[in-house]
Every structure is written in structure tokens, then in C-alpha cells.
């Protein structure tokens, strides 16, 4: 069982930045951890995710949408799995949430996650 606790959501003005955070307990190696995103009255789409191989070395893979905006980075092992989002727009305003397969492969299909955080809105005004 892995227990995953999302924080860091908040509401900003477009073209800002916000540093979400998911804490894992306990870290298993290796393990996919993937940030996802849900707006209201649309499908939960995969943003980000890191699969991270051993204590020094990580893969990371961004959704088009975010590319070369969101970046997704780990801590201590996968202990903590952030993602660092700038230049914010309005249609990035969802629910946030983290989720973590023990595999050696990473997916940015919802289903094939097996562990999920509770989730942290971020709300981007125009």
C-alpha cells in the first residue's frame, strides 16, 4: 500500500507559478509516479510523470500541453515527486492529482495507476 498526500494548490493570476508536491509513504524502487489532472465536467488527462529507476537515476516524459512549462522533478528517492508549474493559463485550472504505480514502466493511463492522493485545486484566473 502506498499513501500519497498531494499540496500546493492555490488559485493565481494567469502567467504565474505554483509548486505542487506529492509525498509518498513508503517509496518502493522502482516506481512510475505521474501527476494528473481533472476539470470539471472533463476526462482526467495524464500532465507529467518520472519513473524513477534507483536512487540517481530518473525518466521524465510531459504532455504536450505542458511542455516546456511544468516541470516534474523527485526527492530523496521518490519521497517527494513535485511539479513545478509556470506561466500558468486559465485552461490549466483543474483538479491536481498524484498517482504511483511499483513497476518498471511508466503509463499516462488513469487505469493503470494503482495508487492515487486525494488530489489539489488549482484555479488560474485570466
Known amino acids: 500500500q502506498v499513501r500519497l498526500v498531494e499540496s500546493g494548490g492555490a488559485s493565481v493570476q494567469a502567467g504565474g507559478s505554483l509548486r505542487l508536491s506529492c509525498r509518498t509513504s513508503?517509496?518502493?524502487?522502482?516506481?512510475?509516479v505521474a501527476w494528473f489532472r481533472q476539470a470539471p465536467g472533463k476526462e482526467r488527462e495524464g500532465v507529467a510523470h518520472i519513473y524513477i529507476a534507483d536512487t540517481v537515476t530518473d525518466y521524465r516524459y510531459y504532455a504536450d500541453s505542458v511542455k516546456g512549462r511544468f516541470t516534474i522533478s523527485q526527492h530523496n528517492a521518490g519521497n517527494t515527486v513535485d511539479l513545478q508549474m509556470n506561466s500558468l493559463k486559465p485552461e490549466d485550472t483543474a483538479m491536481y492529482y498524484c498517482a504511483a504505480r511499483p513497476q518498471n514502466s511508466c503509463s499516462m493511463i488513469v487505469g493503470s495507476y494503482n495508487y492515487w492522493g486525494q488530489g489539489t485545486q488549482v484555479t488560474v484566473s485570466a
Open positions: 513508503p517509496i518502493y524502487i522502482p516506481i512510475c
